[in-house]
C-alpha cells in the first residue's frame, strides 16, 4: 500500500534488553517459558506489532469463493485501515482501502456488489472505479493543481494461494507461496482450492489477545482437561518441524476412529473426500498461518478462522467452512451445515471461557511467565516465529 512513512518511535518497548529478555522464549520447548505477559496486555507493544507484524507480513483476507462476478466485493479491517477485496472487470482481484481520499469518508462497510462499477462516496460522491482510479470528483474545478487521473486508492500486494486471498502491505514483498510449502503439500489430497465456500460467519467482539487465540486453537495440552469428554476422540498429537522461516505451523492430531469430525456424533456428517489417505481420514491437520488464520481439515470439510485484532484486547472472528463441490448436492446439505456450526460452537463456548478468564489473568500484577508443556511445541514455534519478525523490525530501525 502506498502510504507515507511514519516515524515511529518504539525504543522503550523493543530494544537490546527487551530482545535477551524475550530469547529465554524461543530456546527449545523443554528449556522455554511464556512470553511476559506485557506481550498480550500493552497498548504500546500492539502498536508495536502492527508495525513489525501487519504490516510486514502477508496476511489472510479470506476466500476467492466470496467474489463470484465482477463488482462484488467483501470489506476487512486489519487494524486501523478498512479494506475492500474486489473483483474487477479484468477478473483480477484487488485489495484497497475504503477510505475516500478526499476527506476520510468510507466508502463501504459492509460486503455487497457495486453497479455500474463505481464505489461513490456518501459525503461529496466522489467517485472510485472498481481498479480504484479516481474518476468523478464534483465541485473540484477551482482547486489548483488537482488532476483527477493521478489519484487513487492505495492499495496491498495480492496473491492467491490454494483459494485464499493474502494481502501485503509492502508491493516489494517477496512471494508467499514458498513459505508454505509443508502446508501445500498437506492439502494436496483435500483439493482445497476448488473446495466451495460458504459465508463467513462473525463472532465477536472477544475480550482477548489475537496471539492468544493463535495459541489456544493450536495447542493440544488443553484438550484433555477443558474440553474434556467432547474432545476425547481426539487427543492423538504430533508435532511437524518448524523453521520460523516458513508461514505456517501444523500439528495433526489422531482420532480414535476413521472419519472423526468435531460435531456432537464425533464422525463426518458428510462423505469423506475420496483422495485422502488412510491417515488423512482418520485424523485433523490443525494449522496456521500466522498472524491472522489458523484452520482445520477433517476428512469431509475444512474449517477456518480470520483472526481481527482491535488493539492488545479484544478481538474478532470470522469462521469459515469451505466443501467439495460434490458435498453441495447431498440431501440436506442447509441443515448439515447447521449442526457443523453448532459443533464447531460447541468448543468454541468453552475457548471463550477460557481465553477470556486467561486474558483477565494477564493483566493481572500477579501474572506468570510459565514454563512450557512439550504438548505446547506449537507456542513455542509460534513464539520463534514472531521474535524472528520483532528482531528483524528492531533491526531495521535501530532499535537494537
Known amino acids: ?10 525504543s522503550h518497548v523493543f530494544n537490546k534488553e527487551v530482545a535477551e529478555n524475550m530469547s529465554e522464549s ?7 517459558k511464556f512470553f511476559d505477559p506485557s506481550v498480550y496486555t500493552s497498548d504500546d507493544w500492539f502498536n508495536f506489532e502492527i508495525e513489525s507484524i501487519y504490516k510486514r507480513n502477508w496476511l489472510a483476507l479470506g476466500r476467492v469463493g466470496y467474489l463470484r462476478e465482477p463488482g462484488d466485493y467483501f470489506t476487512v479491517t486489519i487494524n486501523n485501515d478498512p479494506l475492500m477485496v474486489v473483483l474487477g472487470e479484468d477478473h483480477q482481484i484487488r485489495v484497497m482501502t475504503a477510505v ?3 476527506r476520510g469518508m468510507l466508502l463501504v462497510e459492509e460486503d455487497g456488489h457495486i453497479e455500474r462499477g463505481l464505489f461513490r462516496c456518501p459525503l461529496h460522491s466522489w467517485s472510485y472505479d472498481l ?3 479516481l474518476k468523478h470528483a464534483p465541485e473540484m474545478n477551482k482547486t489548483n493543481n488537482f488532476a483527477i487521473n493521478e ?4 492499495q496491498l500486494k495480492v496473491e492467491i494461494w490454494n483459494g485464499w486471498i493474502f494481502g501485503h502491505y509492502d508491493q516489494n514483498a517477496a512471494p508467499l507461496a514458498p513459505t508454505l510449502t509443508q502446508l501445500d503439500d498437506v492439502m494436496k489430497n483435500y483439493d482445497v482450492e476448488n473446495m466451495v465456500s ?7 467482539p472477544y475480550p482477548w489477545n489475537w496471539k492468544l487465540m493463535l495459541e489456544n486453537f493450536m495447542e493440544p495440552y488443553h484438550n484433555a482437561y477443558l474440553h474434556k469428554g467432547i474432545h476425547d476422540f481426539a487427543l492423538g498429537h504430533g508435532f511437524v518441524e518448524h523453521s520460523p522461516d516458513e508461514n505456517v505451523i501444523m500439528h495433526p492430531t489422531g482420532f480414535d476412529r476413521e472419519g472423526g469430525a468435531f460435531n456432537p456424533l464425533h464422525k463426518s456428517l458428510l462423505p469423506e473426500i475420496p483422495t485422502l489417505t488412510q491417515e488423512e481420514k482418520s485424523q485433523v491437520m490443525f494449522a496456521m498461518v500466522p498472524p491472522m488464520m489458523p484452520l482445520g481439515l477433517v476428512p469431509d470439510h475444512m474449517f477456518h478462522f480470520l483472526v481481527l485484532p482491535n488493539g492488545p484486547n479484544e478481538i474478532k472472528l470470522r469462521v469459515g467452512l469451505c466443501f467439495p463441490p460434490p458435498s453441495l448436492e447431498v440431501q440436506n446439505f442447509e441443515k448439515i451445515v447447521e449442526w457443523i456450526v ?3 460452537m460447541m468448543y468454541n463456548d468453552q475457548d471463550v471461557w477460557a481465553d477470556t478468564a486467561t486474558q483477565i489473568g494477564l493483566n493481572s500484577s500477579f501474572a506468570p511467565r510459565g514454563r512450557f508443556s512439550w504438548k505446547e511445541t506449537t507456542i513455542s514455534q509460534l513464539n520463534k516465529w514472531l521474535f524472528k519478525r520483532y528482531k ?3 533491526e531495521a530501525e535501530g532499535l537494537i
Open 1 to 10: 500500500m502506498k502510504t507515507e512513512k511514519t516515524q515511529h518511535n518504539f
Open 26 to 32: 524461543v530456546q527449545a520447548v523443554e528449556d522455554s
Open 100 to 102: 475516500c481520499q478526499h
Open 131 to 133: 481498479e480504484g482510479n
Open 151 to 154: 489519484i487513487c486508492l492505495p
Open 198 to 204: 460458504l459465508p463467513p460467519v462473525e463472532l465477536g
Open 342 to 344: 453448532d459443533g464447531i
Open 392 to 394: 528483524e523490525y528492531g
